[in-house]
């Protein structure tokens, strides 16, 4: 099922703790773009089918990414695209979008997510993996 546009923004602006929509919406473009680059196939088509229409788009066109990034650089490369942003914040950004993306994907197909990222993912989508 589609979450409605409205619907994810309350859920990533609710746990970034964001003053507006438009600071959720902002965490949720770049994080999206990120995570794009690193799903290929049926996982990022499926998680597209879930997610509103604009952020599907968003994951559906990722920006490039040369070699999967380890989580930190992950943190790293979002406090790079959010003016002001450092990578505390930018830890609270992904942590904030990718734990609405785990609920909005379900608990299945968050596994195949997971599996497609390098190891510590699991804790920005809110759901630690036993070592």
Known sequence: ???????FL??????????????????AR???AL?????????RAELAA????GFALILLNPL???EPLSPER????TAAWIEG??????TWDVSAVLSTVADTAGEDLLGQILLQLPAGYDLFFGRPQPT
């Open 1 to 7: 099922m589609t979450l409605r546009r409205e619907a």
């Open 10 to 27: 309350d859920h990533v602006k609710e746990r970034g703790a964001y003053g507006t929509a438009a600071e959720a919406e902002r965490a």
């Open 30 to 32: 770049v994080v999206l």
């Open 35 to 43: 995570l794009g680059a690193h799903l290929v196939g049926a996982v």
């Open 50 to 53: 879930r997610l509103p229409e």
């Open 64 to 66: 490039q990414s040369a």
């Open 74 to 77: 992950f943190v790293r490369a």
């Open 85 to 90: 942003a450092t990578e505390q914040t930018a």
